[in-house]
């Protein structure tokens, strides 16, 4: 993809002289012919925007003070860096360290060289496409560091952040919610009899399962091994055990089939309600797994649920 370049000079035809070299170059373009316009295209265009070139002298807000100001929200909303070239016909040493320091990464002298300019511009798309690919790598290791490998759901770790989350807006807009945590039943011995990989499959199609029946705002996430997290945003206690109940059924009605082989699969679920003061995230889910215990120790393929 061709560099979007950010063109700001105040003298129109140093701007169209510029814009014409950069279009013969192949690049896409943007103008502003002041340091406050320049603020504003920056703001509106930050999303593919791959280089400013910013004449210093102009009126209202000159180059350096409208970078500074550009650097400052870049900073704040936490953006990468935009490199910016300056362009100004004074080349004492003072005005390039100037330069520098306000936050530019290079500094060229008008009359600009059509030739220095070009090659300039190769340098920045090397950069600019460096930069592309680092966004998407951190992309790609956000999602790989919040995703459980097997099933593709929620990990621990980002599964706790959503129920924090969900608290909080259950504290600021009272509305109750629901925590499970959803155990499958003696998973060691579908493990032990039909092996492994068996036991993988049906980790994989339970959570197919549930992802496919998922209701508006459910969340599903894999706290480890065959134990599995849900919230439940919006639940009135009177709701919660059937709400949990058709995701138990959903998995028991119909055996799993790994290899031409039948697997029976039943899924036991201790459930808690947080009405907003009533505890924190620990506590919460201690008092699920509390529920899990006892829907374990009774019988399994059940929801246990106590109104506190
Ligand atoms: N195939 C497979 N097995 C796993 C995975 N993670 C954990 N396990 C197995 O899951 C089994 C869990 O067994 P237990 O904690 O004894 O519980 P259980 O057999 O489900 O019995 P109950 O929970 O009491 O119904 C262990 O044998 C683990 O090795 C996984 O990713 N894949």
């Not at 280089?51 to 953006?79: C, H, T, W």
């Not at 969900?166 to 504290?171: A, H, L, Y």
């Not at 091994?225 to 059937?242: C, N, Q, R």
């Not at 998995?251 to 290899?259: L, Q």
Request: glycine share 6%; aromatic share 6%.
């Amino acid at each position: 993809m061709p560099m979007k370049v950010l063109i700001v000079d105040d003298t129109n035809t140093d701007r169209l002289l510029l814009k014409l070299h950069l279009a013969k170059l192949g690049y896409r373009t943007i103008e502003a012919s002041n340091g406050k316009e320049a603020i504003e295209q920056f703001t509106a265009h930050s999303d593919d925007l791959d280089l400013i070139l910013m004449d210093v002298q102009m009126p209202y807000l000159n180059g350096f003070d409208a970078v500074r100001s550009i650097r400052e929200i870049q900073e704040q909303q936490k953006q990468e860096w935009l490199p910016v070239i300056f362009l100004s016909a004074s080349a004492e040493d003072d005005d390039v360290e100037d330069g520098i320091l306000a936050g530019g990464d290079d500094y060229l002298i008008k009359p600009i060289s059509q030739k220095i300019l070009s090659a300039k511009m190769l340098a920045m798309q090397r950069i600019a496409d460096m930069r592309r690919r680092l966004v998407e790598s951190n992309l790609v290791l956000e999602e790989l560091a919040s995703t459980d490998h097997l099933t593709g759901v929620a990990n621990r770790r980002a599964f706790e952040v959503m129920l924090e989350r969900e608290m909080s807006f259950t504290r600021r807009y009272g509305m109750p919610m629901a925590c499970a945590i959803f155990d499958l039943d003696k998973f060691k011995t579908i493990n032990d009899t039909y092996g492994h990989d068996a036991g993988d499959a049906v980790l994989v199609e339970v959570v197919r399962r549930i992802n496919k029946n998922l209701r508006d705002g459910d969340v599903i996430g894999r706290l480890g091994g065959e134990e599995f997290g849900m919230i439940l945003p919006k639940m009135h206690e009177e709701e919660m055990l059937s709400a949990f109940d058709r995701y138990r059924t959903i998995v028991a009605e119909h055996p799993v089939v790994h290899e031409g082989v039948e697997i029976p699969v039943t899924a036991s679920i201790g459930v808690a309600q947080y009405t907003g003061d009533n505890g924190d995230k620990l506590t919460l889910l201690k008092r699920a797994d509390e529920c899990l215990y006892e829907a374990k120790e009774t019988g399994r393929n059940k929801v246990v649920y106590h109104s506190e």
